[in-house]
T-cell receptor, first 112, second 115 residues
Framework: AQTVTQSQPEMSVQEAETVTLSCTYD???????LFWYKQPPSRQMILVIR??????QNATENRFSVNFQKAAKSFSLKISDSQLGDAAMYFC?????????FGAGTRLTVKP | DARVTQTPRHKVTEMGQEVTMRCQPI?????VFWYRQTMMQGLELLAY????????DSGMPKDRFSAEMPDATLATLKIQPSEPRDSAVYFC?????????????FGEGSRLTVL
């Protein structure tokens, strides 16, 4: 089964600074999707950013960007100009077909 | 806004009781997932359906859990009998079975507490 690993249980960043969350995954497939989801205290799972594996260009959504290294099976999330509202659990996810797996999550704290 | 709707939002019950959680996927989405979230195990995939047919329920304890999609607008997850270790947040998510985005849309979850 595909596994997703987030090695940082907790991260902290100063408001307006930049933070990078790490994610690695294991797969033998070449065509798949990768995602970062955010889960604030409201517990709603919110999509932050997606990356199709066949695209070499790294995805970007406003202050959020990824560093996708397909050969290394690495998919990190960079949050620039961190805001207090970015504080949440962040989950990395892998999807191939109808199977989607999540990492254990990284709790991000934003300090004012 | 189209959204996945889950009921109940919160449920407290006693051990041995039957619990049914319901999910209304986004109209037009033909793939439905059930996940369980706990502090210890994180997000675990319990089951998923495509076009109402169960494709994989290997993550679900078969002796007490059952998942069904009686129609395209309703998915259910039932626990009978419930046990304290079933206490968790249960999420339903839906998606289109296409390669366009791959995104899953989540409901707000059902928090279950079994005493």
């Amino acid at each position: 089964a595909q596994t997703v690993t987030q090695s940082q249980p907790e991260m902290s960043v100063q408001e307006a600074e930049t933070v990078t969350l790490s994610c690695t995954y294991d797969t033998s497939e070449s065509d798949y999707y990768l995602f970062w989801y955010k889960q604030p205290p409201s517990r709603q799972m919110i999509l932050v950013i997606r990356q199709e594996a066949y695209k070499q260009q790294n995805a970007t959504e406003n202050r959020f960007s990824v560093n996708f290294q397909k050969a290394a099976k690495s998919f990190s999330l960079k949050i620039s100009d961190s805001q207090l509202g970015d504080a949440a659990m962040y989950f990395c996810a892998y999807r191939r077909g109808n199977d989607m797996r999540f990492g254990a999550g990284t709790r991000l704290t934003v300090k004012p | 806004d189209a959204r996945v709707t889950q009921t109940p939002r919160h449920k407290v019950t006693e051990m041995g009781q039957e619990v049914t959680m319901r999910c209304q996927p986004i109209l037009g989405h033909n793939t439905v997932f059930w996940y369980r979230q706990t502090m210890m195990q994180g997000l675990e995939l319990l089951a998923y359906f495509r076009n109402r047919a169960p494709l994989d329920d290997s993550g679900m304890p078969k002796d007490r859990f059952s998942a069904e999609m009686p129609d395209a607008t309703l998915a259910t997850l039932k626990i009978q009998p419930s046990e304290p270790r079933d206490s968790a947040v249960y999420f339903c998510a839906s998606a289109r079975a296409s390669r366009n985005t791959g995104e899953l849309f989540f409901g707000e979850g059902s928090r279950l507490t079994v005493l």
